[in-house]
Every structure is written in C-alpha cells, then in structure tokens.
C-alpha cells in the first residue's frame, strides 16, 4: 500500500525470493497516475476487491492526518476488518509509524 512513486515495489522485486508484487496506492496519488498507472488501484478498494491473500503486506504510506487520504489506513477497523484478513496464516504486515499513539486511532 502506497509507495506510489514505485521505490517499494522495485526493492521488493530486487529480492529473488519474491515471486509477484502487487502495487495499490492511496486515493489521492491514484488519482493523479491512474492514465498512466493502470495497474495500480486505491489501496482500500484493492484490498476489499482482491480474493488472493498475501504473505507480506507492505504500508508505505503518508502520516495519518485527520481528514488526510492516509487517516482511514491507520484505524484499527481497517487492520481487523479489512487488512487481516488478506494476510495468509503467518502472514505479516509492516509499516511505518512516526508516534506510536498514532495506533490508538478508531
């Protein structure tokens, strides 16, 4: 999720061990690449669409702003509703995080 400028993607793909990468970007970066990007979508809307699981989840994203295209990427329904349950079993998520109470968001 995020990394709409592509250096996630391209580091993930240098690992051998990786096989395929799926990219989604935020709202806001979608919007402005989707003519050129046609194989990204907004990261919420690709997680709730896909069917496949992923072993790795990836979220390079923006800070969560109240109101920002980020804020409803950091809420605990999110993880629990929507991003856990794309995660095969012993799957992982990482993500960085400027403030930890940053995870208290609802």
Request: charged share 25%.
């Amino acid at each position: 999720m995020g990394g709409g400028e592509g250096s996630t993607a391209r580091e993930a793909l240098n690992d051998k061990s990786i096989e395929k990468v799926t990219m989604c970007d935020i709202d806001e970066v979608f919007k402005a690449f989707r003519n050129n990007l046609s194989s990204t979508m907004p990261a919420k809307i690709e997680l709730l669409e896909r069917k496949e699981k992923f072993d790795i989840i990836v979220g390079d994203l923006a800070d969560p702003v109240e109101g920002g295209p980020c804020y409803q990427l950091y809420t605990k329904s999110f993880y629990q509703h929507i991003l856990k349950p794309k995660l095969n079993q012993g799957g992982i998520f990482v993500t960085q995080v400027l403030s930890y109470h940053l995870w208290l968001l609802s």
